[in-house]
Nanobody, 124 residues
């Protein structure tokens, strides 16, 4: 089992940057693919980015490609999401996710683990 705790959310002006971090418990972190999702008020939770267990493969939603970067540090049991050129439409609660496969990390309906979420608000 993996427990996930996100941090780094906050209020930022449009065009600014934020870096989210997700700390994972357990000695098996490096065997999990990791992902980030977000959920805006009144909308479904949507995929943002994912990274393979080794960090060698990354995936992004079209809406964030070129602006967001996902990375991981298996020695520190952390995964990060660097968000640049933020837009008002990026406002949402951001969730960290762990899955046994990259498909599971990218798909909310697959079996996986979730953090509690961190709020990101981008003012225009």
């Amino acid at each position: 089992q993996v427990q996930l705790v996100e941090s780094g959310g906050g209020l930022v002006q449009a065009g600014g940057s934020l870096r989210l971090s997700c700390a994972a418990s357990g000695r098996t972190f490096s065997t999990y693919a990791m992902g980030w999702f977000r959920q805006a008020p009144g909308k479904e939770r949507e995929f943002v980015a994912a990274i393979s267990w080794s960090g060698g493969s990354t995936y992004y939603a079209d809406s964030v490609k070129g602006r967001f970067t996902i990375s991981r540090d298996n020695a520190e049991n952390t995964v990060a999401l660097q968000m640049n050129s933020l837009k008002a439409e990026d406002t949402a609660v951001y969730y960290c996710r762990a899955g046994r496969t990259i498909a599971a990390a990218r798909t909310a309906s697959e079996y996986g683990y979730w953090g509690q979420g961190t709020q990101v608000t981008v003012s225009s």
